[in-house]
């Protein structure tokens, strides 16, 4: 069973930054597309990022260009969302997904497995 462990949310200002985490179990992560989705409270949920299995690919939504930045460590089991110059608009609960194939996907459907999702909370 593949889980997934989300961290570093929380409450900050706006324009401030943060930077989530999600550390992945099992031997197999770099064959894993990874990407993060985040859903506000009476919306849909959203895709942020996501980034290929070996890192070389990336892709973000359009409200994020230029502001957030997927990465991921192989070694480490874990992917990151920095996310720079926050608005309010950005406050979610933020989830970190694989995917079995190591492509980018901005689909949830697309998506096997789910943490359990961070809170983002950006005050004006």
């Known amino acids: 069973q593949v889980q997934l462990v989300e961290s570093g949310g929380g409450l900050v200002q706006a324009g401030a930054s943060l930077r989530l985490s999600c550390t992945v179990s099992g031997r197999t992560f770099n064959t894993y597309g990874m990407g993060w989705f985040r859903q506000a409270p009476g919306k849909e949920r959203e895709f942020v990022a996501a980034i290929s299995g070996s890192g070389g690919n990336t892709g973000y939504g359009n409200s994020m260009k230029g502001r957030f930045t997927i990465s991921r460590d192989n070694a480490k089991n874990t992917v990151f969302l920095q996310m720079n110059s926050l608005e309010p608009e950005d406050t979610a609960v933020y989830y970190c997904?694989?995917?079995?194939?190591?492509?980018?996907?901005?689909?949830?459907?697309?998506?096997?497995?789910w943490g359990q999702g961070t809170q983002v909370t950006v005050s004006s």
């Open positions: 997904a694989a995917s079995t194939s190591a492509g980018i996907w901005t689909q949830d459907w697309r998506y096997a497995y």
